[in-house]
């Protein structure tokens, strides 16, 4: 086998991935125990090697450029191949073991995801996690996610999309706000009802409302004078406090419904469903503990599906 990398350029490698992870020649230098000017100069040679730039480098702070992006994901998932590698190959991994780092949206997060880790790490304590909660679409090569939940397939054909179920939505009130306003009857009524907005972050603008009419989905744009972004579960917060109507998961919800905090409303226009999809990197640079993760998650999850 022809040698294409020599001592020098794979700890380069090395400095350049740590680099981008602390978005720092200093932090990264601290951290290999060498000089910035030594992590500068590595990376100034990789660029002349590769023709490439890797880094915009101002006098405040570094940023991967898109090249740069692609470069980093690569080479951090060679890595930690060869970190597996050497596991497997002398027993050091017969477990799982090592950090996870986890994207999901704020709904998923706290009502399906963060309940299932304590669980896991009763079956594997080596692995620890670092969860991203958030509704803001992360990028997987520039900020090092190993696996992210999301509501739409990627358009990165590197990631393995996997749907972890369809999500029922439903229509909610609380009781004080019906007493007060009155319960809407048709569609046509919820224009003369408070109907508490959610801004999408991707876009900013408000979520229409889908509702089956005759097994068709059909989206109502609705008004309100209560707003909420990036947290989806203050509009629950405001519904349960009487202050409107609100379309959300009905997993959110379930249990307000059963003990009547929350009513259901139009239930003849129910049905409608938005997916959350599973997201990682191809088999091929997988980890033990992320293969892991994701056939214990998808397991635990398949009832939903």
Excluded at 25 to 53: D, K
Excluded at 69 to 77: G, L, M, P
Excluded at 102 to 113: G, M
Excluded at 274 to 294: D, E, G, K, Q
């Amino acid at each position: 086998m022809q040698r294409n990398f020599d001592d020098v350029q794979l700890g380069s490698i090395e400095l350049f991935c740590l680099a981008a992870e602390q978005a720092s020649f200093t932090g990264a230098a601290n951290i290999a125990g060498v000089t910035p000017a030594a992590v500068s100069r590595s990376i100034g040679r990789m660029e002349e090697r590769l023709g490439v730039r890797l880094f915009v480098r101002t006098t405040r702070q570094i940023r991967l450029t898109d090249g740069g992006k692609r470069y980093y994901e690569q080479c951090r998932q060679a890595l930690t191949q060869l970190v597996e590698a050497e596991r497997e190959v002398t027993g050091a991994q017969a477990a799982p073991a090592g950090p996870l780092r986890i994207s999901a949206p704020t709904p998923y997060a706290h009502y399906r995801l963060l309940p299932l880790l304590p669980q896991f790490r009763q079956l594997y304590p080596e692995v620890s996690f670092e969860v991203h909660v958030s509704n803001r679409n992360i990028d997987f090569a520039g900020e090092s996610y190993d696996i992210a939940i999301r509501g739409r397939d990627p358009a990165d054909s590197s990631l393995i999309a996997r749907k972890l179920e369809d999500a029922e939505l439903v229509l909610v009130a609380a009781p004080s706000y019906l007493r007060r306003a009155g319960t809407p009857a048709t569609l046509e009524d919820l224009h003369k009802h408070e109907c508490i907005q959610f801004d999408l972050p991707s876009t900013g603008r408000k979520i229409p409302w889908p509702f089956k009419v005759e097994r068709k989905q059909v989206d109502v744009v609705t008004k309100g004078r209560y707003t909420c972004s990036e947290d989806v579960l203050g509009i629950v917060t405001l519904a349960r406090s009487g202050a409107g109507i609100v379309q959300t998961y009905r997993f959110i919800v379930e249990e307000d419904l059963k003990q009547g905090g929350l009513v259901e409303l139009l239930p003849q226009h129910g049905g409608t469903s938005r997916p959350f999809i599973l997201l990682y990197p191809h088999a091929r640079h997988l980890s033990l503990r992320v293969r892991t993760f994701v056939d214990f998650v998808t397991s635990r999850l398949s009832p939903y599906t």
